[in-house]
């Protein structure tokens, strides 16, 4: 099982994910929260990857094609709290930008 729920720290979504983030209904959850957001508005997003113990390709992709919509509208996104695992596939997506951070507070204060 998957979930992934919005909640706001002032003016960025942190987007509190947790279980395993696999092809299917999962990558969707995803994909469907940040969706959500961009249409009311919220530009500035960080994702709480603390709680996902799992991540397949599909998950992957869903993580790119969720920056790439995210600064398609002149928004930033950032991810925090990742296990080694997870911050390797990551970085193997070669997203060339800063955006892995150890903790919410370091997400946070790195928006402009």
Not at 47 to 55: A, P, R, S, T
Request: hydrophobic share 40%.
């Amino acid at each position: 099982m998957f979930t992934a729920k919005a909640r706001r720290v002032g003016m960025i979504t942190i987007i509190d994910c947790r279980g395993r983030l696999v092809m299917g209904e999962p990558a969707l959850e995803l994909s469907t929260v940040i969706h959500r957001e961009l249409r009311e508005g919220w530009k500035k997003f960080a994702i709480n990857m603390g709680g996902v113990d799992y991540i397949d390709g599909a998950g992957l992709q869903e993580i790119v094609n969720a920056f790439q919509t995210v600064e398609g509208r002149r928004g930033q996104l950032k991810i925090f709290d990742l296990n080694e695992e997870l911050k390797d596939s990551i970085q193997m997506t070669e997203l060339n930008k800063p955006i892995l951070f150890q903790t919410e507070e370091d997400a946070v204060a790195s928006f402009s």
